[in-house]
């Protein structure tokens, strides 16, 4: 029996323009055509005895989270928030010491959310050899078997061989230039760092009180101000903060004397670029893969991918297409890691494409702004059933809702009335008003926005069933 901890941080910027700031690639569905990263994950593990994971994501992604979970029919996991980021071991001793602290010591299998395996049977058979050896104290990481000499990842080299199988971590090494790759591969005796680990709770914290007393020290003061809200628990802000920004490999697994590794064999990918999503997938006779509506003709070795309209290629190879319904990618398929640049470009312009999609999700459902100009713009509105928008206002726009579908519950003022399919609403500018969906099926509804500003920020809450302020 052990507890997954499935760490769901990161932007992702490499996956642009499907991947971004607010929807990063370990919530989309990149290789699974039903099921995201995250979920996955997840669903990977069905066959080990487990208990329900603990999930560890940012703040902002809180509500997909929960989403995907409840999709999942895993309502009850637990989900950490952290308020900032600070790399892996400070986010891995806040899950220590949550699953500490009703006085059980389980060990932890720590997996990131957005990693592919494709041989689920190898992948049981490595987490059940890691079992064993953080049951005897051991600190596991898992070492892939490389396929080609790869300069993005560090490596472990291996050491002696234990009696209860697995190795001793020998070292790690940072990444290498394509030559030394190469004299690792050779060797047989160098792997990637996959960033996946097994230990026992105590162990780990052990361990980080020995060599990072200020980062257990700081998650300490974090976790002890936790509060539960919802599905979330909610550690101090400022504590979490102060916290400082290291890896679990620099802060314990380099420094520790029990740092073995168990090989993974299982058709692993860190889904890091659109070159990697290329190598993993499926291939047509041209050496195509092809998502979505793509035409081509005399085209090779690309990754094209539609998303909302058609997209034809002629004569081109090696290429990545990546179609959205506001952006689209072209790069040749060396140069994808340069995609961030791209994506430090928008952000350094303040362009909203960095961050979000057209389609925005929401606690209560998703919008997709389908047209916009000087003083008005256009939403279309999907609600999920039960789902209830803020008691809200605005200082600078008024709007008309119009019922596609379902029906809406509306308070406007004082007044609280049902709204069905082919009426419509107004709201005027400085109304109090909120949004309900009553029924089964979502509500779909038009919302047209008009007015002098028609930015998000200008809501004034006054009532907010998921907690936002």
Known sequence: MFLPVIMAGGAGSRLWPLSRQL?????????DAELSLLQSTIKRLEGLDHDMPILICNEQHRFLAAEQLRQLEMEEARILLEPVGRNTAPAIALAALQATASGNDPILLVLAADHLIQDTKAFHTSVSQALVLAEAGKLVTFAIVPTHPEIGFGYLERGKALEQGGHVVS???????????????????????????????????????????DILNACRAAFEGAQQDMHFI??????????????IDYAVMERTSDAV?????????????????????????????????????????????????????????DLVVIETKDAVLVAHKGDVQDVKKIVDQLKNCKRPEYANHREVY?????????????????????????AKLSVQMHHHRAEH????????????????????ENQSTYIPVGQVHALENPGVIPLELIEVQSGTYLGEDDIVRFEDIYGRS
């Open 171 to 213: 070292q790690f090494v940072e990444k290498p230039d394509l030559a030394t790759a190469q004299g690792y591969l050779n060797s047989g005796q160098y792997f990637w760092n996959g960033g996946m680990f097994m230990f026992r709770a105590s162990r780990y914290l052990q361990e980080l009180e020995r060599f990072a007393p």
């Open 362 to 386: 929401r606690p209560w459902g998703v919008y997709d702004s389908i047209d916009n100009g000087p003083r008005y713009q256009v939403k279309r509105i999907t609600v999920n059933p039960g």
């Open 261 to 317: 590794m168990v090989l993974l064999d299982a058709g692993w990918s860190d889904v890091g670029s659109w070159s990697a999503l290329w190598d993993t997938a499926d291939k047509d006779a041209d050496g195509n893969v092809l998502k979505g509506d793509v035409l081509t003709e005399r085209t090779s070795s690309s990754y094209i991918h539609a998303t909302h309209r058609l997209v034809a290629t002629i004569g081109v190879d």
């Open 401 to 420: 809702w119009i019922v596609v579908s379902g029906t809406a519950r509306v308070t406007n003022g004082e007044k609280n009335y049902l709204v069905t």
């Open 23 to 31: 929807n990063p690639k370990q919530f989309l569905p990149l290789v």
């Open 234 to 247: 909610r550690v101090d802000a400022q504590a979490f903060g102060a916290c400082p920004e290291k890896s």
